[in-house]
């Protein structure tokens, strides 16, 4: 301990914590107080912004096992950091008590993230006679919505969205009462005094516990209901009935991209109706059924009755547990699973307004359950995945988000990173701390730019941090990147890979070697060419370009990320191959020859299109990685086979740079003699063994420690295991990101690591 106080003789001991971490809207002031309680202390306890301050009194060996306690026994959603334990001055007092939130000279803020339905909430919610029987609003300290109703800290009721719903006699009671576990549970309420459902349909409104019978009865009517839950609204319809399927499709011109899948909470474990559908292994339980409860891709069963629409062309589907009271009682009447999508114009963040959603999904469905509790700002769904035996994160939002790294020492001025084009989030960086946003979207649209505003105005004022600098994609054409042009700071442009390798070694040692594969889509690169299949050595703020794919052209510049049959001409002309079909393209080609909207590439991305569009599988995308998703699901038809990967040739250039020659993948792919499963093994099985031939080939001139394996093309799975897997077997340690998405999600993360460590 430190700045010890000097005690008297005969008077008893005082203490002061000052405790840090996950320790509001968790239940920890009331936790404290019946710890005080119970070892006879005297003393209060406090809330400050973003931090917990208590004093207590007693005898020695009480405070001791009290110390210790706080740790130890706190509150499951609790994570307590002990940042100051000191002796002081004792004073007389009668009791231990709760006293109110007061603001802190240090900030140390940690925003609580929005929790799913507990145990005893859902007991309760299902016990007929509770007052609060049905409640599909009902939470405590230890569930409930918390980020995406907080307006500002510290974190009390009238500091949240809950601030218009006072308190009936019965909930002020719980409220005030240390003893009950809704002692200072914000978001708390009951049928008598907190938000209420409203079901607007054809037939008109329907107001109260009548909306949620009714809304149950359109979905068994094969209607596509708007559902407003914690951070958004989603579009639901059964996911048995293939005609509200298309229909949900088509009105969301959304023709082929995965639909997400809500199952009821059945059995022991929950999973009892899941298990008749999807194959869930220990890892995929675990992650299912983590507080978080996110979205898992989890493979379809054989004999699975799930329509073919709900994820055409992949045999993986999103699927995940009820969150919050109002999707229990609506999935346990409807007794079934349901599509649950984000309600949202596509590639937009989730909608949250009930006006604005009956405005904008107009012509998608006619029924809409809203309630009237405000929702603060998006948080869309999490997505996770079991990838080389742990979960990985594919976007980040409710229940995840902020997601909050300490790294000490690191940012000697406050810093705004805003992330990529694509899949954006932004992240805040100061004081050893780092936090990233959820999920928004991408920044094609005028509402995803607003939401990325809103996002990065809230962050700052919750956090209380003012930046100096703003670091952006070193692309000025992307709409963030302009954006931070006009903010009027100084401005530290990253290059987008570097980014992406960053993120991953920041989350590991900062005082070690990396060889970091960055395979994506497109990224600027450092000499003005698409980047996407490049190996970088270093550590973050300090990475050296040592090896790449070998470049080629892209016919039609932007066109063939959705396009993928041009990037199949491309690959056939680089390697002097005609296209069945040639005439047709000849004005393309000849374009492509002339290098006229013909950008240079080396992205594994595009190589993973173009290999898709040669075995036939996808000529036009209509979502982002359609074309790489349905070369990943064919060649796993092929696992186990006895497919040899093909040697892809490594040479080194006069610079130095080691470059992969991919040219012999296009005469195999187009072998119609082999099996378009076994092709497709192939391909993966050749790039992985690639990954490999590098590490070897760069370990003998330049060592390093770790190898890591990050951008968007490692969510591919068979991938980023037949790589992991061969790379154990040739004697290295391999790493894929955990705490942040490895695709364009995590790039603001890295942002803040290049610039901390390469511009202070």
């Known amino acids: 301990m430190k700045d010890q106080q000097k005690v008297q003789p005969g008077e008893p001991e005082a203490r002061r914590w000052l405790v840090a971490g996950r320790v509001q809207g968790v239940g920890f002031r009331p936790f404290v107080f019946r710890l005080a309680r119970r070892f006879s202390l005297t003393g209060h306890v406090q809330n400050t912004s973003g931090q917990v301050l208590i004093e207590a009194a007693g005898e020695e060996n009480m405070l001791e096992a009290f110390a210790a306690a706080l740790l130890a026994e706190a509150p499951p959603l609790a994570k307590p950091e002990v940042i100051r334990a000191e002796k002081i001055s004792y004073r007389k007092r009668d009791r231990f008590e709760i006293i109110a939130s007061a603001a802190a000279a240090e900030e140390r803020i940690h925003i609580p993230p929005d929790y799913f339905l507990c145990d005893d909430c859902k007991r309760e919610m299902l016990t007929p006679g509770d007052r609060r029987y049905r409640y599909p609003f009902i939470n405590c300290t230890q569930c409930g919505p918390r980020y995406t109703l907080i307006t500002r800290l510290p974190y009390d009721r009238p500091n949240t969205t809950m601030a218009g719903f006072e308190l009936c006699p019965a909930c002020r009671a719980e409220y005030e009462n240390p003893c009950d576990r809704r002692f200072h549970a914000e978001p708390t309420a009951c049928p008598a005094c907190g938000p209420q459902l409203r079901l607007s349909a054809p037939s008109g409104v329907v107001e109260g516990a009548p909306a949620l019978a009714a809304a149950v009865t359109a979905l068994r009517q094969g209607e596509i209901l708007a559902v407003k839950g914690i951070g958004g609204y989603h579009l639901i319809c059964d996911a048995y009935n293939k005609a509200a399927i298309a229909r949900l499709r088509a009105n969301k011109f959304r023709p082929h991209k995965p639909l997400a899948l809500m199952f009821p909470w059945r059995g022991t474990d929950g999973l009892e109706q899941m298990r008749q559908e999807l194959e869930i292994d220990p890892l995929g339980h675990a992650l299912l059924c983590k507080p978080v409860r996110p979205i898992v891709l989890l493979r379809r069963c054989r004999n699975s009755m799930l329509p073919e629409s709900i994820a055409p062309g992949i045999r993986e589907i999103g699927a995940m547990l009820p969150y919050s009271p109002l999707h229990h009682l609506l999935l346990d009447e409807l007794d079934k699973p349901v599509v649950a999508t984000s309600g949202n114009v596509s590639g937009e963040p989730v909608l949250t307004d009930n006006a604005e959603v009956e405005a904008r999904l107009a012509q998608v469905t006619r029924f809409f359950l809203h309630h009237n509790r405000p929702i603060a700002r998006p948080a869309d769904d999490p997505v996770g995945r079991i990838i080389a035996g742990k979960a990985r994160l594919i976007r980040a939002g409710r229940g995840v988000s902020p997601v909050e790294l300490d790294l000490p020492c690191l940012f000697s001025r406050p810093l705004l990173a ?213 070369l990943e699901n064919i060649a796993e038809e092929e696992a186990g086979g006895n497919t040899g990967a093909i040697d892809l040739p490594l040479s080194q250039e006069s610079s130095g740079l080691f470059v992969v020659d991919w040219k012999p993948l296009i005469p195999a792919l187009l072998n119609k003699a082999v099996p378009i499963p076994q092709r497709a093994m192939q391909f993966h099985q050749s790039l992985a063994g690639s990954i490999v031939a590098q590490a070897q080939s760069l370990h003998t001139s330049t060592p390093f420690d770790r190898v890591g394996l990050t951008g968007g093309v490692f969510q591919n799975k068979l991938l980023a295991e037949l790589a992991v897997s061969k790379l154990a077997a040739a004697g290295f340690n391999a790493y894929l990101p955990e705490k942040t998405p490895c695709n364009d999600g995590g790039i603001a993360l890295g942002q803040l690591a290049e610039a901390a460590f390469a511009h202070g």
């Open 418 to 630: 805003v992330g990529g084009h694509m899949k954006n989030s932004i992240a805040l960086g100061w004081n050893g701390r780092a936090v990233v946003s959820p999920h928004i979207g991408d920044l094609d649209a005028p509402r995803s730019v607003a939401v990325f505003e809103q996002v990065i105005s809230d962050f700052r004022r919750l956090y209380g941090v003012v930046p100096q600098a703003i670091v952006c994609d070193a692309h000025s054409g992307y709409a963030n990147s302009r954006w931070a042009a006009r903010q009027g700071l100084p401005l530290i442009r990253v290059w987008h890979h570097h980014a992406h390798a960053s993120a991953l070694a920041i989350e590991h040692s900062q005082n070690i070697t990396w060889l970091m594969f960055t395979w994506d889509g497109v990224g600027l690169g450092e000499d003005g060419t698409l980047w996407g299949g490049e190996t970088l050595l270093g550590r973050a703020g300090a990475w050296r370009r040592v090896a790449s794919m070998h470049p080629f052209r892209l016919p039609g510049g932007e066109r063939a990320a959705r396009e993928p049959w041009r990037s199949a001409a491309a690959l056939c002309w680089e390697c002097g191959i005609d296209l069945p079909g040639e005439p047709a393209l000849s004005l393309l080609k000849n374009a492509w020859e002339k290098r006229l909207n013909a950008p240079v590439t080396t992205a594994v991305g595009r190589l993973f299109d173009g290999g898709a569009g040669l075995l036939g599988l996808v000529g036009q995308a209509s979502y982002e990685g359609q074309a790489g998703m349905y």
